[in-house]
């Protein structure tokens, strides 16, 4: 059994960083994939990024890409969201995943069957 601990989410403004974490109270991440998603408000959830934690390659939505970046702590079991030049659209309540999806559905929230309890992110001026 995994439980999935989100933190890091807030108010900014348009420009700034945020960094979200995700850590795992019981199994790790060993043999799993973690991945991200979000929901904007009045919108239904779409992926983010997704990473499998042995490594490889890592996977974005087209609208974030170069903007955020997917890493991982192994010591401590913790996968980040760095999110830098946030923008209005951003704004979501983001979701951590972990799964064993196959490469052809690792952007699918199918694929994922632990989840964090999400944390909002609100991109306002």
């Known amino acids: 059994q995994m439980q999935l601990v989100e933190s890091g989410g807030g108010l900014v403004q348009p420009g700034s960083s945020l960094r979200l974490s995700c850590a795992s109270t019981g199994n790790t991440f060993g043999g799993y994939a973690v991945a991200w998603f979000r929901q904007p408000p009045g919108k239904e959830r779409e992926f983010v990024a997704a990473r499998r934690w042995s490594g490889g390659t890592t996977y974005y939505a087209d609208s974030v890409k170069g903007r955020f970046s997917f890493s991982k702590d192994t010591s401590t079991n913790t996968a980040y969201l760095q999110m830098n030049n946030l923008k209005p659209e951003d704004t979501a309540v983001y979701y951590c995943?972990?799964?064993?999806?196959?490469?052809?559905?690792?952007?699918?929230?199918?694929?994922?069957?632990?989840w964090g309890q999400g944390t909002q992110v609100t991109v306002s001026s």
């Open positions: 995943a972990v799964g064993r999806p196959i490469t052809s559905t690792i952007m699918t929230q199918s694929a994922y069957y632990y």
